[in-house]
C-alpha cells in the first residue's frame, strides 16, 4: 500500500539526515577555521 511506502520513505530520509548530522559531528573541528559571521 502507498502508506507502507510513504513510511519506508520517511525513515530513509530520517536515517540520510542521520548520518548528515553525524558526519558533521565526526568533523566539527573543522569549524573553527570557518568565519562565524555568516
Do not use: M
Not at 9 to 30: M, P, R, V, W
Amino acid at each position: 500500500t502507498p502508506q507502507v511506502l510513504r513510511k519506508s520513505t520517511d525513515e530513509y530520509i530520517f536515517d540520510l539526515n542521520t548520518q548528515i548530522l553525524e558526519l558533521g559531528e565526526e568533523h566539527s573541528s573543522y569549524g573553527t577555521y570557518l568565519p562565524t559571521s555568516a
